[in-house]
């Protein structure tokens, strides 16, 4: 990592810069309750990334004995939601890491399956924070008809290519250019995610991953590795990354 040189840093939001995971959960639970079922972190981990429609049809997948459509599940799951995105604070180390980034004018992004309306219900109450990123920040519905989400890595791409104005390309690592490679090279992934985490590596950028000590507990098939895995962005060091070290 000392020899690495970031010039630009892209963001995962849910669980990684918020704690929204713990909504997700509680209101998945609630929804599955009636049918004798509760989310499992195998199951959660699926989904995980993924844009809404994608993540509600896994969860369906998973539990056939629950009949609910797609639509309906969304739906109730939207109501519940809506009312709980206004609690939802900042984890650790986050504020003091993106303020750093900011001050010393490191470009960054927010890239996340997130649907826009939902974004700015989880985000209004801590704008503060998230007015640091300038509007630079791609959401799900933002790419829907081009992926499916994470670990597709087109929303990362995307939000390098848009938002930051890098020449990244689209294609997969192995299908970009030399030229692409090396400006994705300097690039930095904050996820929490598997899904996200292959996402970054398939784009050809760095990627430190930040999980929930449940996912750790999992076995993965075909598993990109992150560059780094701490347990809380505390634990990040700027200075291992090449970026500005913090104010002593």
Not at 13 to 19: E, F, K, Q, R, S
Not at 124 to 145: P, S, Y
Not at 200 to 226: C, H, Q
Request: glycine letters at 8%.
């Amino acid at each position: 990592m000392a020899s690495k040189k970031i010039d630009y840093v892209i963001f995962d939001m849910d669980g990684l810069l918020i704690d929204t995971e713990s909504v997700y959960t509680k209101v998945t639970d609630d929804i599955l309750a009636p049918y004798g079922k509760t989310l499992t972190w195998d199951v959660k981990a699926g989904c995980m990334g993924r844009v809404e429609r994608e993540a509600a049809a896994h969860i369906l997948r998973s539990y056939p004995g629950v009949p609910l459509t797609v639509d309906a599940y969304i739906e109730q799951r939207r109501v519940q939601q809506d009312i709980l995105w206004s609690t939802v604070r900042l984890l650790p180390g986050v504020r003091k890491l993106v303020t750093h980034l900011r001050k010393h004018n490191v470009p960054i992004a927010v890239a996340t399956a997130s649907l826009r309306r939902n974004y700015e219900r989880k985000t209004r109450h801590l704008a503060d924070l998230f007015d640091c990123f300038e509007g630079k920040v791609i959401c799900g519905d933002d790419v829907k008809d081009q992926t499916t989400g994470k670990p597709e890595p087109y929303i990362f791409l995307h939000a390098a290519q848009t938002k930051l104005g890098k020449d990244v390309g689209y294609g997969e690592v192995e299908n970009a250019s030399p030229s692409e490679n090396e400006v994705r090279s300097k690039g930095l992934v904050f996820e929490d995610a598997v899904l996200g985490v292959q996402a970054g590596k398939r784009a050809g950028m760095n990627v430190v991953w930040v999980p929930d000590p449940g996912l750790l507990n999992l076995e993965y098939s075909g598993f990109l590795f992150p560059d780094q895995t701490i347990a809380s962005i505390e634990e990040f060091k700027p200075e291992e990354w090449g970026l500005p070290p913090y104010d002593t």
